[in-house]
């Protein structure tokens, strides 16, 4: 799986974090900005690109899991190498785009009894990966300062979107999903965290 993510003004790597959160749990639902550090609802994964926690331009992984009694934790995952293949700080060369290629096996669950997940209240219909998640991801992408506090989202509405489904992909099948925020959309003051355009390429 490939990604391009690019900014309006350019990538701030030391304070600012650029986010891609998936939720491969199969049901479907986008995972919402307005969710990011409270309930984490629909949260799987999270890819961290920048931020003060994981120095400069480099790139974290985080696992969200439920936990059966209530809440939720979420776990910094060890990235195998040999699961990503690329990451280009600077693809575009004028500082304002990265690119991340990787395996989707980067994104497998820890195999663990605690916490304990919560079960899907609806199994999912989507077939399930070797990793052990479903084929159904459901996609999105937040810039954010280096608490996790959400600043924008490439949702046409901002972080305050809950409308977009640009990203709600089949992993079994090649596809190649461009999401350019259109004119009009929200715009925020610092041009570094302003996301004007995200794509996602599949090849099984």
Request: hydrophobic share 45%.
């Amino acid at each position: 799986m490939f990604v391009r993510y690019r900014v309006a003004g350019f990538l701030d790597f030391n304070t600012l974090r650029y986010l891609i959160v998936f939720n491969t749990s199969g049901n479907g639902i986008t995972p919402l900005a307005s969710t990011l550090n409270t309930s984490f609802l629909n949260y799987s994964f999270i890819l961290i690109f920048g931020g003060t926690q994981v120095g400069g331009a480099q790139y974290g992984l985080l696992q969200v899991i439920p936990i059966a009694s209530g809440g939720f934790q979420t776990v910094a995952l060890q990235i195998n190498p040999q699961f990503v293949t690329n990451f280009n700080a600077n693809s575009s060369g004028s500082g304002n785009e990265f690119t991340f290629t990787f395996n989707r096996l980067l994104l497998t669950p820890l195999q663990s009894a605690s916490p304990t997940p919560v079960p899907s209240p609806s199994p999912s219909a989507a077939p399930t990966l070797l990793s052990g998640v479903s084929s159904l991801w459901a996609i999105n992408a937040f810039s954010a300062d280096s608490n996790n506090a959400p600043i924008d989202a490439i949702a046409f509405g901002g972080i305050t979107d809950t409308t977009f489904s640009g990203f709600i992909v089949n992993t079994l099948l090649p596809f190649d999903n461009p999401v350019n925020k259109a004119a009009g959309g929200t715009q925020v003051t610092n041009p570094n965290a302003q996301i004007v355009a995200v794509e996602i390429i599949n090849e099984p």
